[in-house]
């Protein structure tokens, strides 16, 4: 008999993120806008060893999508009052968003022992703080680069929506649309930066983890604005791999 797989699935506000794990390994991944019911009816007839799931969705999703996991599966819908290997100090964990949950434990499990700031760069950029002793404080939530895109056409009569930010970007635009795209990506880097610089100030030994749909944008700006001193590690896939052990802290010995 096969062993048995975790499917680890990541909601969120734009796309919806899934990956399948043997134990801890991650055996594969996929980003789609959208999943239809019979979409996750055919993911789990052609790979018939998923035995464990757990959803994490800040968004809507369809009414019957939980029925359908948890009559064929182990199924957790993740919520702020879910079992994870750290401890929750947040003042309303029941508002507490699922993927930022995620996003700590597996950026806890990366570097057991250590304070962190965790930066979810997506929809949203959000900033997570966990001390070395495991308890998770909260942070802070931005909007992200789209968002950011959004706004500036939509509050003004003018200015144009522009295409998606691309690397390398000027610091001095020479155009309108090349204005607009030097004022988000790089008031996003120093705004980044700016947070990074406060939490260093009370936390010298803190390692700054990144992950999220924007990562790839950000990272090396944010990167380039500090020394090689300062421990900054990009992990695509934190969520995912955060609720693969929630997902084996509820049902320990499940494969």
């Avoid at 919806?16 to 991944?29: A, E, N, P, Q, V």
Wanted: aromatic share 8%.
């Amino acid at each position: 008999m096969p062993s048995a797989l975790n499917l680890c699935i990541d909601i969120g506000n734009s796309r919806t993120k899934f990956g399948i794990f043997k134990g801890s390994r991650l055996i594969k991944m996929s980003v789609k806008k959208k999943v239809s019911l019979e979409g996750w009816r055919s993911l789990l007839r052609r790979n018939k060893p998923i035995r464990n799931v757990i959803l994490s969705s800040v968004a809507h999703h369809p009414r019957n999508l939980e029925k359908i996991f948890a009559s064929r599966c182990h199924f957790i819908r993740m919520t702020g009052l879910t079992r994870v290997p750290v401890k929750i100090k947040y003042q309303t964990p029941h508002t507490l968003g699922t993927d930022r949950i995620a996003a700590v434990v597996g950026a806890s499990a990366h570097f057991p022992g250590k304070s962190l700031l965790v930066i979810n760069a997506g929809t949203c950029i959000t900033f997570d703080f966990v001390s070395d002793d495991q308890k998770y404080f909260g942070g802070s939530i931005h909007p992200g680069l789209a968002m950011r895109t959004a706004s500036l056409y939509v509050f003004t009569e003018k200015l144009p929506l522009i295409e998606s930010i691309q690397e390398p970007v000027p610091l001095t635009g020479r155009s309108t649309k090349g204005s607009i795209r030097a004022g988000i990506f790089h008031g996003a880097i120093s705004e980044i930066s700016g947070i990074i610089v406060n939490y260093l100030k009370n936390h010298p030994g803190l390692i700054i983890v990144m992950t999220g749909g924007d990562l790839p944008f950000l990272f090396k700006g944010v990167k380039k604005a500090f020394s090689s001193k300062i421990p900054i590690f990009a992990r695509p896939g934190l969520v995912l791999n955060g609720l693969n052990i929630i997902l084996n802290c509820n049902f320990p010995g499940k494969f």
